[in-house]
């Protein structure tokens, strides 16, 4: 299954709010996967089946979507949420990710 | 504390072989899948392979399949990669990540991560 991110890069401020997507090749259910990554790091699962905060994720992070389009919203960007992030479908082997989106000041 | 260890990278030739190890600690380790995913320099996430619980069932992903293995010990509480045939495109920091199953949602995540190691394929 191949995974798109849109946008693939994104200028925002801190406060603002940011919807990322990611579309799917097949459905996928709600086995979707949402990880952020900042340079020099591995990456830390944000949210999982599509919609579920992982703990201790804030809540201005929430996901959406079914099937092949899912969203990630941030609905006030903080200065720490500048990173890179993936969308990634565990419906299906071989799991796959997106090609990430980077969010940029 | 829950934490995956990476070693095992190096500079290897074009055609060469090199095997990744993983140490698992702080969990249950025979309880849960176990994957590699990988990032070239510079580039996204590519998912590897994960191996079941017990080692019996594997994936891989299309790039690295018939020239990569995965494998795991239990007794051990060590997850493998055996690279064979290596190209350029291979380089990459490789990292170990455990695949948590969710049963309230009946889904798999990866939810613990090591910092990698770093593979690179050049002669």
């Known amino acids: 299954t191949q995974m798109t991110q849109s946008p693939s890069s994104l200028s925002a401020s801190v406060g603002d709010r940011v919807t990322i997507t990611c579309r799917a090749s097949?459905?996928?259910?709600?086995?979707l996967n949402w990880y952020q990554q900042k340079p020099g790091k591995p990456p830390r699962i944000l949210i999982h089946?599509?919609?579920t905060l992982d703990s201790g994720v804030p809540s201005r992070f929430s996901g959406g979507g079914s099937g092949t389009h899912f969203t990630l919203t941030i609905s006030s960007l903080q200065a720490e949420d500048f990173a890179t992030y993936y969308c990634?479908?565990?419906?299906?082997?071989?799991?796959?990710f997106g090609q990430g989106t980077r969010l940029e000041i | 504390e829950e934490q995956v260890v990476e070693s095992g990278g190096g500079l290897v030739q074009p055609g060469g072989s090199l095997r990744l190890s993983c140490a698992a600690s702080?969990?249950?380790?025979?309880?849960?899948?176990m994957a590699w995913v990988r990032q070239p320099p510079g580039k996204g996430l590519e998912w590897v392979a994960n191996?079941?619980?017990?080692?019996?069932?594997?994936s891989y992903g299309d790039s690295v399949k018939g020239r990569f293995t995965i494998s795991r010990d239990n007794a051990e509480n060590s997850v493998y990669l055996e690279m064979n045939s290596l190209r350029a495109e291979d380089t990459a920091v490789y990292y170990c990540?455990?695949?948590?199953?969710?049963?309230?949602?009946?889904?798999?995540?990866?939810?613990?991560w090591g910092k990698g190691t770093t593979v690179a394929v050049s002669s």
């Open positions: 089946a599509a919609s």
């Open positions: 191996i079941k619980e017990d080692g019996s069932q594997m």
């Open positions: 702080g969990f249950t380790f025979w309880r849960f899948w």
């Open positions: 097949q459905g996928s259910g709600y086995y």
């Open positions: 990634q479908q565990t419906f299906s082997l071989p799991y796959t």
């Open positions: 990540a455990r695949e948590f199953f969710n049963h309230r949602e009946a889904s798999y995540y990866m939810d613990v």
